[in-house]
């Protein structure tokens, strides 16, 4: 077992008290749990580099029944990436992001996000005992991701601005201040995300055609691209799919090649003018011969309500995007038939009720608790 260093030390108090008790009762841990004992020879580890995880990775891979025929494609799948122990993908970067903090020392990490970012660093912030701050933009987070930074104890400053102000703002902090930044700034962000490709290529056996993913701050279109051309350097697979990237058309920098000051869209995620990632985007759309292209609000709710309904999966806005323009694709001239294709399904539906509620125009029936008045509503046939 090479999950724990040999002192145990600085890992903060759970693992100092822990690292001990399991070599006593010669325990080594079942299976490897989590990214970084999972693909711990493609990440920057070391043997001083504490195994951090709350179980993230290993999220399924599902294929769909009713988008991807109707789209013509060989096979699409939606990779489940809700499925992670915050509810969104960025588990997978924040262990490493929080592993390397810890190896580094620091007692306090920080971020600025549109929610995900915020739950996922106060959770791991809370099982290993760092404090953590998060800073999110006044009224435009979803109320589960609240709920969650609230419930695992992070401290929350809502900030009277954009995600962009609150990024600008933390990474001045941090050239000051004895903390950790935990946003995909954080090179070791990206190096944990990028094992959502690898997991893609080792149960595909191979790249896919196409991945489409949603884009905000553009770490984790950077993170995906760079797990496919790692794995594919390392012989793991043949091909290097094309990167489809989408944002949404209020908030849309990429597309439009500028900032946008004031960015507005339903999928409060992705409600991003100046991603940190930029660059880094464009290259991977650029060395796959890919696109980033932009989705309507109404495109993202109109994927949202079919993702749901026919195929069972209930995602946040954000991550409709990504089939949003998966089924623009074709409009846009490329070509789905015959194609393998990914779609990341970022975080889950639940993040965001509100959503549900204002966009899915169900009401709740009010019905007397017996079986006449129940039968009058269903309107089903008798047994025969
Ligand atoms: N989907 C969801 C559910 C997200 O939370 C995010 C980003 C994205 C997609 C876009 O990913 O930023 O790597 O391009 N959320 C960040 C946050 C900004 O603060 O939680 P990206």
Redesign the pocket.
């Known amino acids: 077992m090479a999950s724990l260093s040999p002192s145990g030390e600085g890992y903060g108090g759970s693992l100092r008290y822990l690292t001990p008790l399991i070599r006593e009762r010669g325990h080594t841990l079942p299976r490897p749990s989590g990214v970084i004992e999972h693909y711990r020879d493609f990440l920057p580890v070391s043997e001083n580099t504490p195994i951090v995880t709350l179980g993230e990775g290993d999220t399924p891979l599902v294929k769909s029944r009713q988008i991807g025929p109707a789209l013509g494609c060989k096979a699409l799948y939606f990779k489940l990436e809700g499925c992670n122990p915050t509810g969104?993908f960025?588990d997978r970067g924040m262990c490493m992001a929080v592993a390397k903090a810890i190896e580094a020392g620091r007692e306090r990490i920080i971020c600025a996000?549109?929610?995900?970012?915020?739950a996922s660093a106060a959770a791991y912030g809370a099982k290993y005992g760092l404090q953590t701050f998060v800073l999110v933009p006044a009224g435009e987070i979803a109320l589960g991701k609240i709920a969650q930074a609230m419930a695992y104890g992070a401290r929350i400053l809502a900030v009277n601005g954009s995600?962009d102000d609150a990024l600008t703002t933390v990474r001045g902090l941090v050239e000051i201040l004895d903390i950790e930044l935990v946003n995909?700034v954080n090179p070791f962000r990206i190096q944990g995300q990028k094992t959502g490709a690898f997991e893609i290529v080792d149960e595909l056996g191979d790249a896919p055609d196409i991945l489409s993913i949603?884009?905000?701050?553009?770490?984790?279109?950077t993170a995906y691209w760079m797990g496919f051309k790692e794995y594919k350097a390392a012989g793991r697979s043949k091909k290097l799919p094309h990167m489809m990237g989408f944002q949404a058309a209020g908030a849309s920098p990429i597309v439009q090649d500028r900032i946008i000051e004031r960015p507005e869209t339903v999928a409060t995620?992705?409600r991003?003018g100046n991603p940190a990632s930029w660059k880094r985007a464009v290259a991977a759309r650029d060395e796959s011969g890919g696109r980033i292209e932009a989705v309507t609000d109404e495109q993202i709710i109109a994927a949202y309500l079919k993702l749901a309904r026919e195929e069972g999966l209930f995602f946040?806005p954000?991550?409709a995007a990504s089939v949003a323009g998966l089924m623009r694709l074709p409009e846009l001239g490329v070509d789905l038939t015959g194609k393998t294709i990914v779609c990341i399904l970022?975080?889950t539906g639940l993040k965001d009720p509100g959503t549900a509620e204002k966009r899915a125009f169900v009401k709740m029936e009010l019905v007397e608790p017996d079986m006449e008045s129940v039968m009058a509503l269903i309107g089903a046939p008798r047994r025969k």
């Open positions: 969104s960025k996000s549109t929610g995900n970012t915020s995600f995909s949603p884009v905000g701050n553009a770490g984790n279109i995620a992705i991003i946040e954000a991550s970022t975080g």
